[in-house]
């Protein structure tokens, strides 16, 4: 969501001047300053540039129409630039931009984007604590007095959204009113300035009734309205995986080398349940691995329990070096994020030099849910899940890859990145440690990691088929159920996720990226080779698209795939 987000993001500052007459590190950081950031304050806040903590997005057509045209003026400057990794990136992330805004019209079709953007500029003020709590308290309230235009500009621009993106946006906005009423102020007890206190109750007022009005007009009007077609058709498919993944494979060859992934995962984990007990089959092993689970209040736990034990094989077994020895934090996801994902790993932006804290985000049950809802959620965490779960999300995944970040002196690769490679690492690792030997190749371990690779092959597919439409919504649903081997509870949250997240591919084709990758180097290194030595060249290339990692690896331009 972030990423969509940060993509329609704007302000009318507009680029001036010749950007090719400057050195390149003035180009770049003149591209961030008054185009990337200019656009999208929130991301400086998560990057770690503060001065743009009191600033809200602007969406109103005139700040669309002055980005639209800074990015078409940007994108002309860079593509006259010789090429350079760097400059590939910011030239795609602004095609990419373009793309969203002229042809996926996100601003014009998502509703969920306006109040799940604004809950989390104020989610990365409050969730760390970069300043004292009086300081941050007064962008809280900066940033809340602007909320109402943000809504004023979302019914405006909102025009035959998908009926499913609106009913997300119904979905997610009694936790995100609850989390201005009740997190926002928890956040600020230690405020003692009563005046400031009083500025930031009526903010906050504002922005609770803002988000009410919100609601009601989601409720009682654009709902009724919500006739579009969420399918992005093959065009856009492809041009959007051009542009944030640099693969231009065609969509008929990536279907295939999904669905060849996809049996190859479902016959090992038949394989992998037969050696488990021959007598029963593979649904049934299923089923009683997935009741093998937690209770909902001990969830967290389980996930601290696990962590340290996987950082610790790591370094024992030269797997790849861990930059630091500080475990993240795991708490419950925060209310806006709860409907679209079950775990996340939420990371300070590269540039942040006081709160380092990361979060590791774990969806827990509704109070609302029934006991079959619940039932069917903490399946998904059964014990195998939870050790690959907490393998992508932090060891050596999605964490490890943040920390080796903040060693990266390129800018643009510090703040740009592709999916296919972030996403792609985190996946790859689910099974790269298992077959480096942790869990002393427990079986059941083996099935969890095989269960979650059959769940990122469904949203290879789903997405793809839907999005050209070969599938259904239904038949989406069905697909992860049926050959992706999850709960029809999940599988009806990767399906509504994937009617926004079209591209959600990237889990899977990133991995299948990084294991060729990986051969490549092994062919070319010979005896020289060692994992721990690929792992970290891998780190120290940020995480742009694997097609850039390739030719700095292998200096050639074969094929990722």
């Not at 590190?25 to 009191?54: I, L, M, N, W």
């Not at 090429?83 to 014009?108: F, G, S």
């Not at 998908?162 to 979905?171: L, Q």
Request: charged fraction near 25%; glycine fraction near 6%.
């Amino acid at each position: 969501m972030l990423r969509a987000f940060c993509l329609i993001a704007t302000l009318s500052i507009m680029i001036q001047g010749p950007l090719q007459a400057q050195p390149a590190a003035q180009q770049v950081d003149r591209f961030f300053d008054e185009v990337y950031f200019k656009f999208s304050p929130t991301q400086g806040t998560s990057s770690g540039f503060h001065q743009y903590d009191s600033q809200l997005e602007d969406y109103s057509k005139a700040a669309l129409d002055a980005n639209r045209k800074a990015l078409h003026r940007a994108e002309r400057q860079f593509a006259a630039l010789p090429a350079d990794p760097d400059r590939d990136l910011i030239l795609n992330y602004i095609r990419a931009a373009l793309l969203d805004m002229e042809k996926v019209r996100t601003w014009q079709k998502n509703p969920d984007n306006y109040s799940s953007g604004v809950t989390n500029s104020v989610y990365v003020i409050m969730s760390r604590n970069f300043a004292p709590a009086a300081d941050r308290m007064k962008s809280v309230i900066a940033r809340e007095r602007q909320i109402p235009a943000v809504f004023e500009a979302a019914r405006a621009n909102l025009k035959n959204p998908p009926r499913i993106y609106t009913e997300v946006a119904i979905e997610q906005l009694p936790g995100i009113i609850s989390f201005f009423e009740n997190d926002v102020p928890s956040a600020f007890k230690e405020v003692t300035d009563q005046k400031l206190v009083a500025e930031f109750q009526q903010s906050n007022g504002m922005a609770i009734d803002a988000l009410k009005r919100y609601q009601a007009f989601l409720q009682n009007d654009l709902l009724a309205r919500s006739g579009g077609d969420f399918r992005l058709g093959a065009d856009l498919f492809r041009k959007k995986l051009l542009y944030e993944e640099m693969v231009d494979l065609p969509l008929d060859k990536l279907l295939e080398i999904g669905m060849a992934d996809l049996r190859r995962n479902q016959e090992a984990f038949k394989q992998t349940a037969a050696r488990i007990d021959p007598g029963k089959t593979p649904q049934q092993i299923l089923d009683e691995a997935t009741r093998d689970h937690p209770t909902p209040d001990h969830l967290l736990q389980s996930f601290r329990d696990v962590l340290g034990g996987l950082k610790d094989y790591i370094t024992a077994r030269n797997i790849i070096t861990v930059p630091s020895p500080v475990l993240p934090i795991v708490e419950e996801t925060p209310p806006f994020m709860r409907a679209l994902t079950t775990a996340s790993m939420d990371t300070p932006g590269p540039y942040e030099n006081v709160a380092k804290e990361a979060f590791f985000n774990v969806t827990l049950p509704e109070p609302s849910w029934t006991p079959t809802q619940v039932e069917e959620h903490m399946e998904g965490f059964n014990r195998g899940t939870i050790i690959s779960t907490a393998v992508h999300e932090a060891y050596p995944g999605h964490y490890v890859q943040f920390l080796w970040m903040q060693t990266i002196p390129s800018k643009v690769r510090k703040l740009l990145g592709a999916a296919s490679n972030s996403e792609g690492w985190a996946h790859y690792s689910e099974q790269m440690m298992l077959d480096e030997g942790y869990g002393n190749g427990d079986l059941k371990l083996r099935l969890g990691q095989l269960q979650d690779a059959l769940l990122r092959n469904a949203r290879y597919i789903v997405g793809i088929q839907m999005h050209t439409g070969n599938m259904t919504y239904n038949q989406g649903i069905d697909f992860f159920v049926n050959e992706g081997y999850q709960t029809r509870t999940n599988g009806e949250r990767e399906t509504k996720r994937g009617t926004s997240n079209p591209t959600y591919l990237y889990y899977t084709l990133g991995k299948l990226e990084i294991m060729k990758l990986r051969e490549d180097y092994k062919k070319m290194r010979g005896s020289a080779f060692a994992l721990q030595e690929f792992h970290d060249r891998f780190m120290r290339e940020g995480n742009p698209p694997i097609k850039i990692v390739r030719r700095a690896l292998l200096g050639d331009d074969s094929p990722v795939l």
